[in-house]
């Protein structure tokens, strides 16, 4: 595995005031062990650096080894990040799932876009969903050992062949086992169900919802998003996409296990993603339905939280606060948000009248149009569709269009290249509804790079 030798172990930052910090830890150091333990990967850093006063054997920039005593509370963070966040190899996917978005992918994009990743270390880290196909007994012992938790899993479907269909993974079947022994150590869960016409919807659908409440509350929330289906599926599996009355279907099967759930947990246990209700025309539901918005990074209960945000920033907006009432500006965003993106700077405009704010709906023809949210969204797609419109003092672009740390869009364009060829300036602007209505109000942001 490399334990000692690789990068994968050298410490790229220190945090200021931290233990590590005040021990004399440097980036460059590298942690070869804890307490006399070699690190195998992060679940071994965490639960060996958690102990009261641990002792770190360092080698230094210049190869030198030397022991290290920390002070620090049990518990206490060291105060470290890594070169490598996982000490170890990424793991590699060993499914070959007919709903893979991955493998929807054109040729000639950059590498890094073809990984697939099933690293369950990457769940606990990042929140990743992933499917337990690749962990062995000793592995899963070792997660309850060190109580490594929220596991986020990707279930799909219970039932055991249809789960080896999907997956396409004769060790698929074999979920339950594994939620069960999770469930018996009390490790904290949430399930994902990638939903697939024809597949694991309906009656497999109810089956499955039905399997995961029996491990509640330890598997916490499940969420239902519809698969996402890009031009790029030649020869794959022939999947179909929902329709409307498809999607309704959807949202009133899951509001009866919400009312279920309630009933007999006071919790309603099962979203759907905001995608559904928007393709069923219905209303996104009010913000108990989230319950604290556990399942944000898969799409459900954003619109709801961003709304709620915003209204609530535009209703507490101090009334000195410097804000340039004349002004024009634009943002482009998805197909999904750019109605309600509309609504809310109806609401700013209202408060602000000599604010004009312009919202573009980009249509993902890199993709396909069947790809509505504003991540998928490339530059070339950006650029083309904004070329000769008014986009006036400012472009506003979510910051999840962006690759995560840096400052390409999918296709590989910048945002430099964005500003030159519109001849604008782009403001990224991050998630949430309250910096959201600050970079409409202010004249000009930083740039969140």
């Not at 022991?67 to 070959?96: H, M, P, Q, W």
């Not at 904290?188 to 499955?208: A, F, I, P, W």
């Not at 602000?352 to 312009?358: L, M, N, Q, S, T």
């Not at 149009?369 to 419109?389: K, M, N, P, Y």
Request: proline share 4%.
């Amino acid at each position: 595995m490399g334990m000692e030798s690789s990068a994968s172990h050298t410490i790229e930052y220190v945090r200021p005031g931290s233990a590590a910090y005040d021990a004399g830890l440097e980036a460059g150091d590298v942690i070869v062990s804890i307490n006399g333990h070699r690190l195998a990967d992060i679940f071994d850093y965490h639960y060996y650096s958690d102990e009261e006063d641990p002792t770190l054997l360092i080698r230094d920039a210049q190869g030198l080894e030397h022991l290290v005593e920390i002070e620090k509370d049990e518990g206490e963070d060291l105060g470290v990040t890594f070169v490598n966040g996982l000490l170890d190899d990424y793991r590699s996917c060993s499914n070959a799932c007919l709903f893979c978005f991955i493998d929807q992918n054109p040729p000639g994009m950059r590498k890094t876009i073809y990984f697939k990743d099933d690293d369950t270390r990457l769940s606990f880290l990042q929140g990743n969903y992933v499917t337990l196909t690749n962990m062995k007994e000793e592995e899963i012992d070792r997660l309850i050992a060190y109580r490594m938790e929220p596991i986020n899993v990707s279930v799909q479907a219970t039932e055991p062949l249809l789960r080896e269909k999907m997956l396409h993974n004769r060790f698929a079947g074999q979920l339950m086992d594994k939620l069960k022994k999770l469930y018996d150590a009390e490790i904290s869960m949430n399930g994902q169900v990638v939903l697939c016409k024809g597949l694991n919807d309906k009656e497999h659908l109810d089956r499955t919802i039905k399997d995961l409440l029996s491990f509640y509350p330890y598997m916490g929330t499940l969420s239902v998003v519809p698969v996402g289906l890009t031009r790029f599926r030649q020869g794959l599996y022939p999947l179909k996409p929902f329709k409307k009355e498809d999607a309704r279907e959807v949202v009133e099967q899951i509001r009866r296990w919400q009312a279920f759930s309630m009933e007999r947990f006071g919790h309603p246990f099962v979203q759907a993603g905001d995608e559904f209700y928007l393709l069923a025309e219905e209303e996104i539901p009010p913000e108990e339905v989230y319950d604290g918005y556990t399942q944000l990074e898969n799409g459900v209960g954003m619109l709801r939280l961003l709304m709620e945000e915003f209204r609530a920033a535009l209703r507490d907006l101090d009334a000195d606060e410097e804000v340039k009432k004349e002004q024009e500006l634009s943002i482009a965003t998805g197909l999904l948000a750019a109605p309600f993106i509309r609504a809310l700077c109806d609401q700013a405009q209202a408060r602000f009248p000599g604010i004009k704010v312009r919202v573009y709906t980009i249509h993902n023809h890199f993709y396909g149009e069947r790809i509505t949210v504003s991540g998928l969204i490339t530059g070339g797609d950006l650029i083309s569709q904004l070329a000769g419109q008014k986009l006036g003092e400012r472009l506003l672009l979510p910051c999840n269009m962006l690759r995560s740390g840096e400052n390409v869009f999918l296709d590989d364009v910048t945002v430099e290249e964005v500003e030159q060829t519109l001849q604008v300036p782009v403001d990224i602007v991050e998630s949430g509804g309250d910096d959201l209505l600050e970079a409409i109000l202010k004249s000009r942001r930083n740039h969140i790079r």
